[in-house]
């Protein structure tokens, strides 16, 4: 049997309209002769909520209560959606993640998968049924639930694309595709037809939310092709595979922006080899994953050093460090600061030179200071003050050519 994976995201199913349209969607694969899998996300806005009902009861509530909460989001949707297919004569049944045999590893929040075994998948499918999983979600070993950070429900239907071999992953979202900047920031960005793993793993790193980033590198490990696309038309989207011709020869293939990233200070670090090991070793140990970062030269036997955070890492951070530095560690922590991330992502800048002068000078030329720069084989980043990431993305845009 051929099986298709169809995944839709939180604006796809959110309310009882976008649902029964989800529905006679998936109605056209199973009319195909297909074997039909869908993965939903709980309705827009929903996990939101959740997240703020639990930090209104508590500032910090334990990840385990909370991973219990934000995957109550999609398992309405599953229920939902189910019925929605019931209603137009479609079989179908609801599966959670730990039902569909999605067994986890790692820190609640953001959980790894390690196996998909898809319990009774394969066999409700040859039974004729559409199967529909709660996205986001599976089970540790202990038996608690775990949820894979957010997004995460782009990881749920690439894992299980992978564990059903499935003829095809779709990711039904709300946007036509992976477009050269974010549609709402750059109004003339392009639609790109298709995209390598390598470099749609370079955009969703550096902020392009249309795909979370796990999901696309557990996609590359264990190459899944996949296709993204409207939820609302029936235009075809944005393949993402292994090898891509059309953007070989392009110096960048893609802007993206990221308004979640704190920058974090420490002041006074002593200026001796260890002490910023020190640092970064707390931050490793608190599941922190640092970004960008910057030392000045030491003044005084003293160095300053600030490092970027993603925003919801910021408090665990911050909590670290002041309790290392209250151990008697040298260094203070400063004050911290939202940031924006412009980077700009192409494949093309392996073998070309001259791409940072290009970007900074479009910058400069828009009077916009940069505040850290980082750079990787394929990408270059820029910090910018947040009431500059917009026009950054576009100056940046603009400056590579890759508008309509
Ligand atoms: P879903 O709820 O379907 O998972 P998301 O909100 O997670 O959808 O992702 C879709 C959004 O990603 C779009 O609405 C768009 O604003 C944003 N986005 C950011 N960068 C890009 C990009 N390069 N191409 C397309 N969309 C992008
Ligand atoms: N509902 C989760 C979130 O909002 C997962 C997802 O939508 O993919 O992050
Ligand atoms: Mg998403």
């Known amino acids: 049997m051929n099986v298709v994976v169809q995944k839709y995201g939180g604006t796809s199913v959110a309310d ?17 002769g297909y074997g039909v899998l869908v993965v939903v996300s709980a309705r827009a806005g929903v996990t939101n909520q959740l997240i703020e009902r639990a930090k209104a009861i508590q500032k910090n509530p334990s990840e385990r209560e909370l991973d219990m909460l934000m995957t109550c989001g999609e398992q309405e949707t599953i ?5 929605a297919l019931h209603t137009i004569k479609v079989p179908a049944i609801s599966r959670t993640g730990w039902q ?25 499918l040859r039974a004729g049924n559409v199967v529909v999983v709660a996205g986001f979600q599976g089970v540790n070993d202990k038996g608690d639930v775990t949820t894979f950070g957010r997004g995460g429900s782009d990881l749920s239907a690439i894992a299980l694309a992978g564990t059903l071999r499935a003829k095809g992953c779709q990711i039904f979202t709300d946007v036509e595709g992976v477009y050269t900047a974010d549609p709402r920031i750059v109004p003339d960005a392009r639609k790109i037809s298709e995209i390598s793993y390598e470099e749609m793993l370079e955009l969703a790193s550096s902020g392009s939310k249309v795909m979370q980033t796990r ?32 953007l070989e020869d392009m110096l960048v293939s893609g802007v993206a922006t990221d308004k979640n990233q704190v920058r974090i200070s420490v002041t006074e670090l002593p200026d001796r080899p260890g002490a910023a090991a020190a640092v970064f070793k707390v931050m490793a140990e608190a599941g922190v994953v640092v970004d960008m970062i910057i030392q000045n030269v030491g003044r005084q036997g003293l160095a300053n050093l600030s490092f ?23 260094g203070k922590l400063g004050k911290s600061t939202n940031i924006v991330k412009v980077s700009v992502v192409g494949v093309g800048m392996r073998s070309h030179s001259g791409v940072a002068a290009t970007f900074f000078d479009a ?12 750079t990787s084989e394929i990408k270059i980043s820029v910090a ?14 603009q400056a590579f050519g890759l508008g309509k």
């Open 363 to 374: 910058l400069a030329n828009e009077g916009i200071n940069m505040l850290m720069i980082s």
């Open 100 to 124: 569909a045999g999605i067994q986890t590893e790692g820190l609640h929040a953001k959980s790894r998968i390690r196996e998909v075994t898809g319990g009774d998948l394969r066999k409700q």
């Open 16 to 32: 009882v309209d976008r649902i029964k349209k989800v529905a006679r969607r998936v109605k056209l694969a199973v009319d195909s």
């Open 215 to 246: 999901a696309v590198e557990f996609a590359q490990k264990h190459n899944i092709p996949f296709e993204v696309r409207s939820s609302f038309s029936k235009k075809s989207g944005t393949m993402v595979k292994k090898k891509v011709k059309s």
């Open 308 to 330: 970027t955070v993603p925003s919801e890492d910021a408090f665990r951070a911050e909590k670290a460090l002041k309790e290392h530095f209250a151990d008697g560690n040298g």
């Open 79 to 83: 229920a939902l959606l189910c019925m």
């Open 384 to 397: 910018v003050e947040p009431k500059s990431g917009d026009e950054a993305t576009r100056v940046a845009h």
